[in-house]
Structures are given as C-alpha cells and as structure tokens.
C-alpha cells in the first residue's frame, strides 16, 4: 500500500511554544487532511486541503499543501495543554474514495 | 448528536468468536467507510459503501469480515472466528459525494480485544 512518512514521531513542547510537523508522500495527492486523536477516541478532523500550494488555517493550526502535491505541513502556533494528543496527516488519489494516513505525530506540551 | 456513532465501544471475545459492529453515519452522508487502527499506527483502509453499495474492498478485509449496509444507512461489520490478531479499534467515518465536501467524519470506534 501507500506509505505516508510523517514527521517527527513525537514532540515534546513547552506551553506556548510553536509546533511543525509534516508529512511526505512518493505519490502525488489531490487532497490532503489533517487530524488529531485523542486516546480512546476516533480522529477529529481539523483541516482539509485541495490545492497545491493552498494554506489553510483553524484557529491556531495552519496547514500547507505542498507544491509538489506529494507533502503537507501542519503548524500549531503558541500550543496549549489541550493540543496534547496525536495528529494524524491522511492523503487521497480520487475524490470520495479511501485515505491513506501517516504513522501520526505524538504531542505533548508541558505546561 | 449529529456525529457518525459506533456500538459497542468495547468489545471483548474469546478466539473463535463471532462479533458485530454497528456503524450509524452522519444522516446526510451517503458514503460510509470502514478503518481498522493497531497500536502506534495510523487508521488502514477496510472498504467503504456508496448509499448500500460496497464498492471497494482491501486486501486487509479476509473471508472472515463482512460488512453490509442494507438499507444505505447505518452498517455493520462482522468478524467470524475472531484471532488475536484481529485485536484493533474499528473505526467508522462517513462523507457526502458533493461539491468540495470530501472531508471524511470519524465515530468514536470499537476496541475490539481477543483474548
């Protein structure tokens, strides 16, 4: 199947620090998202992307889609204690079918 | 709540046994797609439905799965002769097929356990 590398594995922040992480591809996307998962919990979705190049933001998060259509990034400005839990990139070839999802990104913020 | 749910949240079965999952999906969305999630990994692909048709399968998804959408709404997936190895959380996400709206909508999952 298709591997999505995400990166890094896991972080460990300060509160209020900014946060990078992202995600590259051998294969060109059409879309890409964006999620994060609480233990126990199924992945909530936080950004959605359908363009090269397009920059998208959600409050604090701002997500890229790569030029080349092969990778995404994901940043968490001036983190807080709730965005510990672990995000999740996921890529799609065709509209409404399948995604293929990363290996996820562990946050964790100290307060 | 309009969000996608998911019953049981837990399950836990002896090898050899049978389990069913049910899914209800967002009312509106018409696709509905099965994941399966391993410790440390992020969600696989199992096989999604557009309205009650199944229209794709992964290779993941042995003879012993099933899953059915009878009605174009809810669906369930069932596991015959449950192995250790089946030991996941189950996930269920819905989506529309319109527009831009590709955004696929999770439920809070199964945690299957075989024993």
């Known amino acids: 199947g298709q591997q999505l590398n995400q990166s890094p594995q896991s972080m460990f922040i300060q509160e209020g620090e900014d946060v990078s992480m992202n995600c590259t591809s051998s294969s060109i996307f059409n879309t890409w998202l964006w999620y994060k998962q609480d233990p126990g919990e199924g992945p909530v979705l936080l950004i959605a992307?359908?363009?090269?190049?397009e920059l998208t933001s959600n409050g604090r998060l701002t997500a890229q889609f790569g030029i080349t259509r092969k990778d995404s990034f994901l940043n968490i400005s001036a983190s807080i204690p709730s965005d510990v839990g672990i995000y999740f990139c996921?890529?799609?070839?065709?509209?409404?079918?399948?995604?293929?999802f990363g290996s996820g990104t562990k946050l964790n913020v100290k307060p | 709540d309009t969000g996608v749910s998911q019953d049981p949240r837990h399950k836990i079965t002896k090898r050899g046994q049978n389990v069913t999952f049910r899914c209800d999906p967002i009312?509106?969305?018409?696709?509905l797609y099965w994941y399966r999630q391993t410790l440390g990994q992020g969600p696989e692909f199992l096989t999604y439905f557009q309205n009650e048709a199944q229209l794709e399968k992964s290779r993941l998804l042995s003879d012993r799965f099933s899953a059915e959408r009878p009605k174009g709404s809810f669906s369930t997936l069932e596991i015959q002769r449950t192995e250790q190895g089946d030991s996941a959380m189950y996930l269920c996400?819905?989506?529309?097929?319109?527009?831009?709206?590709?955004?696929?909508?999770f439920g809070p999952g199964t945690r299957l356990t075989v024993l």
């Open positions: 996400a819905s989506s529309l097929t319109s527009g831009r709206q590709n955004e696929q909508f």
């Open positions: 996921a890529g799609q070839f065709y509209n409404f079918n399948k995604f293929y």
């Open positions: 992307l359908y363009k090269a190049g």
């Open positions: 009312s509106e969305h018409n696709r």
